[in-house]
């Protein structure tokens, strides 16, 4: 098992923690950011990262487990190893989420949620409902990085690796910004309009 500062130290050598001034997926700014798909790089960290994210949720009577692509994909195979079960992901389609590529989600399954960085939870929140729709049932949300320390609610358990409250700002009252010594870059996977 890593511990928190275990894990962060990993982050920073691999460079996962950057720092800087970065417009956010929700449009918000902050002086750092979790990049974390890069952790998953390399699988001799990866892997065990999963697998310990994974034994969060053994005893909850999980039989699948999904997480929004593209960023979950990885994790969601590696903790559904860890378990000894399926791993699906669910991916955009003309910009919403949808469950696609034959993948199913049947009423009785009991789902866990992974995800590689939560913020506002906005993906997962789309999982969630996907899965509801299914008629399932979701019993957590994993995640290697909790950037809300917790203060995001999905209405089920949440479990991270690595709770990390960076503090983000509306663009108008960025003090980076305000500042003027650092470009605005806008890392991610998600457009935002500016």
């Keep these: 098992m890593y511990t928190e500062e275990q894990i962060l130290e990993i982050f920073k050598e691999k ?11 929700s449009g918000r700014h902050a002086g750092f950011y979790m990049q974390c798909a890069k952790i998953l790089q390399y699988p001799e960290v ?21 997480g929004p692509a593209t960023g979950a994909i990885i994790i969601a195979y590696e903790a559904a190893r860890e378990l000894g079960l399926k791993s699906i992901f669910a991916e955009r389609e003309n910009g919403v ?27 997962v929140k ?5 899965v509801r729709q299914a008629g399932a049932t979701v019993v957590g949300v994993g995640v290697l990085v909790d950037r ?15 709770p990390l409250e960076i503090e983000s ?4 009252d960025c003090p980076i910004c305000k500042a003027g010594k650092l470009p605005l870059v806008k890392p991610g996977s998600r457009q935002v309009t500016p």
């Design 15 to 25: 460079e996962v923690l950057l720092t800087g001034h970065f417009r956010l997926t």
């Design 46 to 66: 990866a892997g065990p990262f999963c697998a310990q994210l994974a034994g969060y949720f053994r005893d909850s009577g999980v039989t699948l487990v999904i």
């Design 97 to 123: 989420m949808a469950i696609r590529r034959g993948f199913e989600i049947r009423p009785e399954d009991r789902v866990l949620v992974v995800e590689d960085v939560v913020t506002t939870g906005g993906s």
């Design 126 to 130: 789309e999982v969630i409902e996907l």
């Design 148 to 162: 809300s320390a917790g203060k995001t609610d999905f209405g089920v358990p949440l479990r991270s690796l690595l």
């Design 169 to 172: 700002f509306e663009a108008e």
